[in-house]
Every structure is written in C-alpha cells, then in structure tokens.
C-alpha cells in the first residue's frame, strides 16, 4: 500500500508563484513514476506532469509546458511541481498520482493523494 500527502496549495495572485510537494510512504520503488493532475470545478481531472524518478525523465501538458517543473528526490520519496507564472486558469484542486508507467493517463496510476487547492486570482 502506498500513502500520498500533499501540501503547499493556496491563494496566489497571476504571475506569482508556488511549489507542491507529495510524500509518499509505504512501497514505493524507486523506478515508479510520479505524477501531478489538476481538476477546475466542472471539468475532469487532468494531466499535469509526470516523472520516472530513477532516470529523472519529464512529461509535461502542453498548458504547463514552460510554466511548470516536476522534480523529485528518491531519498525522500518526494515529488515536487514548482509553478511559475501562474495564470487564472490554473486554479484546481491539485493531486498527486504514484504508478508503475509513465503516462499521461488516470488509469496509469494506482495511488492517489487526497488534494491540495491552488487558487490564482487575476
């Protein structure tokens, strides 16, 4: 069983800044990937980013892309999404997803955290 908790959403005015982090506990293997999804009120959740922590490969949305950094930290099995430039439309409950392939799909990821709000005000 694996267990997820993110932290660091909240308020933030367009063009500012703010960095997630999602510790992960129980079997996690180094070699699993990591992911962030996002969901706006009214809308399906959607891909983020995602990450293969143990060769440190990226996959980004086009609507990130530039904006957005996925990172993690094997010794602390830790995901982190630094995000920059953040506009209006990045407002969403923020999840966290842990699995055994890279992808950029829900059905990829076995675990899920419960949710951190970002909310960007114009």
């Known amino acids: 069983q694996v267990q997820l908790v993110e932290s660091g959403g909240g308020l933030v005015q367009a063009g500012g800044s703010l960095r997630l982090s999602c510790a992960a506990s129980?079997?996690?293997?180094?070699?699993?990937?990591m992911a962030w999804f996002r969901q706006a009120p009214g809308k399906e959740r959607e891909f983020v980013a995602t990450?293969?922590?143990?060769?440190?490969?990226?996959v980004y949305a086009d609507s990130v892309k530039g904006r957005f950094t996925i990172s993690g930290d094997n010794a602390k099995n830790t995901v982190y999404l630094q995000m920059d430039s953040l506009r209006p439309d990045d407002t969403a409950a923020y999840y966290c997803?842990?699995?055994?392939?890279?992808?950029?799909?829900?059905?990829?990821?076995?675990?899920w955290g419960q949710g951190t709000q970002v909310t960007v005000s114009s």
């Open positions: 990450i293969a922590l143990r060769v440190g490969i990226a």
């Open positions: 997803a842990a699995g055994a392939l890279l992808g950029r799909t829900r059905r990829e990821y076995d675990y």
């Open positions: 129980g079997r996690i293997l180094s070699s699993s990937a």
